[in-house]
Structure formats: C-alpha cells, structure tokens
C-alpha cells in the first residue's frame, strides 16, 4: 500500500531564505508526482507536475525534482517571500488514484 | 473561465440528516474525485468517476453516495450513516496526468 510522508509538518523561516520541502513514498511505481499549495480554508492549486519519467520541473522560484529509486521528491523555493506561507501538500497518481502527503506548513516571516 | 465549482462554501447539516455538495466542472475532463481533508491529516479518497455512469468507491465510502448522470457534474451525498461527517470536502477533476481542485465546501454537523 503506497504511502507518502512529508518533512518537516511545519517550517518557519525568514524572508529570503531558500528552503527545501521533503516528499517521500514507499512505492516506486508511480504514474507522476504532483507538489500542490493551500492556502487556510481553500482548495488545493497545482504547483508542478512531474511525470514518472522526468528528474525535476521548474516554474518561476519553484524547482521540483523526483528520484523514483528512492522514493523521494523534493520542492525547492529560492528566494522565499511571506506570500509563500501555506500549507504545501504533495501527491503520488498510481492507477487510478492519487495518495496525498498530510503537507507541510510554511510560514515566511516579514 | 475553467474550472471546478464546488457548492456551497459553508453547509450546515443536523443529526440525522442527509446533505448533498455540488461539484460541476467545465474543463471537459472525464475523471472527477472527492475528498474528505480532516485536521492534520491527508486528504482521504471517498469516491471517485472516470466516465459518466460509472463510479467507484475510495478508501472511505461508507456513508456516502455519489452519482455521475452527466460528465460536469459529480454530487457527493452525505447521508445520515455518515458518523462523523464534519470536515472539509474536495472536489477534483484529472486531464491525463494534472488533477484540479475546487475551492472546497466546509460541513458541519450542528
């Protein structure tokens, strides 16, 4: 059964900083990987997508990359702003179903 | 624009009472999920359709109901077997690869 872990549950950090969110799964056999945001009380926007057979995608500040031998993604945010703070799920499509991570929290402090 | 509506935001249900959430999409996506998102946990997978007149359980279908007559839309039931049904509830639609979100519908039992 495919589970998905995310560290850390929270993330406090100061303007500027570039940080790094964790995403890993237990099975490797994964259609993509997709990192979404939520702000409180909203649904879930798609960040980036990426498919099994790619290593990383990038938008803007956001750089995401997937190594499905060891069962891990990675979100990177450069320059982080406070309008970055949400909550920062990510999910793992198999056959018919996405397994989603219970998300990080970030907060950027001004 | 497209997308996925979710209706109402805010929905109040008493004990013992069934409720239905509205989801219609305008993406012409064929595939459409809901979720239940509790605090601190992953989104849960309650039903889900990939054409029209056919739908399939998720990991949590006890005490709901579903049903897809037209490829727009896919209304959740949430009937009185339903124990604990207060949460936050996602609506979701998937083209190939990317899934999309609505904007949620909190319910409450009172």
Same mark, same amino acid.
């Given at each position: 059964?495919? #589970?998905?872990?995310?560290?850390?549950?929270?993330?406090?950090? $100061?303007?500027?900083?570039?940080?790094?969110?964790?995403?890993?799964?237990?099975?490797?056999?994964?259609?993509?990987?997709?990192?979404?945001?939520?702000?409180?009380?909203?649904?879930?926007?798609?960040?980036?997508?990426?498919?099994?057979?790619?290593? #990383?995608?990038?938008?803007?500040?956001?750089?995401?990359?997937?190594?499905?031998?060891?069962?891990?993604?990675?979100?990177?945010?450069?320059?982080?702003? $406070?309008?970055?703070?949400?909550?920062?799920?990510?999910?793992?499509?198999?056959?018919?179903?996405?397994?989603?991570?219970?998300?990080?929290?970030?907060?950027?402090?001004? | 624009?497209?997308?996925?509506?979710?209706?109402?935001?805010?929905?109040?249900?008493?004990?013992?009472?069934?409720?239905?959430?509205?989801?219609?999409?305008?993406?012409?996506?064929?595939?459409?999920?809901?979720?239940?998102?509790?605090?601190?946990?992953?989104?849960?997978?309650?039903?889900?359709?990939?054409?029209?007149?056919?739908?399939?359980?998720?990991?949590?279908?006890?005490?709901?109901?579903?049903?897809?007559?037209?490829?727009?839309?896919?209304?959740?039931?949430?009937?009185?077997?339903?124990?604990?049904?207060?949460?936050?509830?996602?609506?979701?639609?998937?083209?190939?690869?990317?899934?999309?979100?609505?904007?949620?519908?909190?319910?409450?039992?009172?």
């Amino acid at each position: 059964k495919q #589970e998905v872990t995310q560290i850390p549950a929270a993330l406090s950090v $100061p303007e500027g900083e570039n940080l790094v969110l964790n995403c890993s799964f237990t099975d490797s056999a994964i259609y993509n990987l997709q990192w979404f945001r939520q702000d409180p009380g909203k649904g879930l926007t798609s960040l980036l997508l990426i498919q099994s057979s790619q290593r #990383e995608q990038t938008s803007g500040r956001l750089n995401a990359s997937l190594d499905k031998s060891s069962g891990r993604s990675t979100l990177y945010i450069a320059a982080s702003q $406070p309008g970055d703070s949400a909550t920062y799920l990510c999910a793992v499509r198999g056959t018919y179903k996405y397994i989603f991570g219970t998300g990080t929290r970030l907060k950027v402090l001004a | 624009d497209g997308g996925i509506t979710q209706s109402p935001k805010y929905l109040f249900r008493k004990e013992g009472q069934n409720v239905t959430l509205s989801c219609e999409q305008n993406l012409n996506h064929d595939a459409m999920y809901w979720y239940r998102q509790d605090p601190g946990q992953g989104l849960r997978l309650i039903y889900y359709s990939q054409i029209v007149n056919d739908f399939q359980k998720g990991d949590i279908a006890e005490g709901y109901s579903v049903s897809r007559e037209k490829k727009e839309s896919f209304p959740l039931t949430v009937t009185s077997a339903q124990k604990n049904p207060t949460a936050f509830y996602l609506c979701a639609s998937h083209l190939q690869e990317e899934a999309f979100f609505g904007q949620g519908t909190r319910l409450t039992v009172v």
